[in-house]
């Protein structure tokens, strides 16, 4: 019979030159298909539940014993063998860490099976200023929340290996906010060697948790907030 892939039911219809004859089937425990034993009567249709689960990353044989019965009683066993291929699983995390607006958001795509070939795809999305996009390869790509919030963005990944059998999978990446550009420095423009105290702000800037500042010795401090207090040296 033709191979199946993992939790695909297997379905056959045995046959016989022999007139009236009546078939039985069992299927034993095998190593890496976590399916139990199977056992049935003529056919393996729907029916039969006959949905085989490969766990391993290679195909494997199954092997059912089909015992055909004529009117008279005579009996003769064969069996039949069906390659389950393994679906290709995702080793790349589906939950990547958040990316900053207007970054370039790199995800690499690997599999549990050699030889997988990828598509993705990804809508357009509302504060996301790049429109929809898909590829083949690995996935990179510039994305812009125009937005104050974090936006999730959704990726449709489908895993396809060299036997036909795929595995499709959403990932989400999270794309902060960018900071607002910073407004006007307001404060002192002219101080006394010496003094302490003096104070600088700029308006709140949306979207940022931090402020550095650069200072006149091209040295850098940061802060928690829009405001810093700076001492000057005699």
């Known amino acids: 019979p033709a191979n199946i892939c993992t939790g695909d039911s297997f379905e056959y219809a045995p046959t016989s030159l022999a007139i009236d004859a009546t078939f039985s089937w069992t299927r034993a425990v095998v190593f890496g298909i976590s399916n139990t034993t199977g056992s049935g009567n003529g056919a393996i249709t729907p029916a039969s539940n006959e949905i085989l689960i490969n766990e391993t990353t290679t195909p494997k044989n199954v092997v059912y014993l089909f015992t055909t019965t ?19 699983t995702i080793l790349s995390s589906l939950t990547p860490p958040a990316t900053c607006s207007g ?57 396809t290996t060299g036997n036909g059998c795929s595995n ?23 101080v006394c060697a010496g003094s302490a105290g003096n104070v600088y702000t700029v308006s709140a800037i949306t979207n940022a948790t931090s402020y550095e500042w650069t200072l006149l010795d091209a040295s850098s401090v940061i802060t928690t907030t829009n405001t810093i207090s700076i001492n000057y040296s005699l």
């Open 168 to 190: 499709t999978y959403n990932m989400v990446v999270d794309i902060e906010p960018a900071p607002f550009t910073a407004g006007t420095i307001n404060g002192l423009q002219t």
């Open 70 to 88: 004529t009117p008279e009683g005579c009996e003769n066993t064969e069996s039949v063998t069906v390659v389950v291929n393994p679906a290709p």
């Open 103 to 159: 970054n370039i958001f790199n995800y690499p795509l690997t599999s549990s099976v050699t030889g997988t070939t990828y598509t993705w795809s990804r809508a357009d999305i509302i504060g996301i200023s790049e429109p929809s996009s898909s590829g083949t390869t690995n996935i990179s790509e510039v994305l812009t929340n125009t937005t104050t919030s974090t936006i999730s963005v959704t990726y449709i990944i489908t895993l």
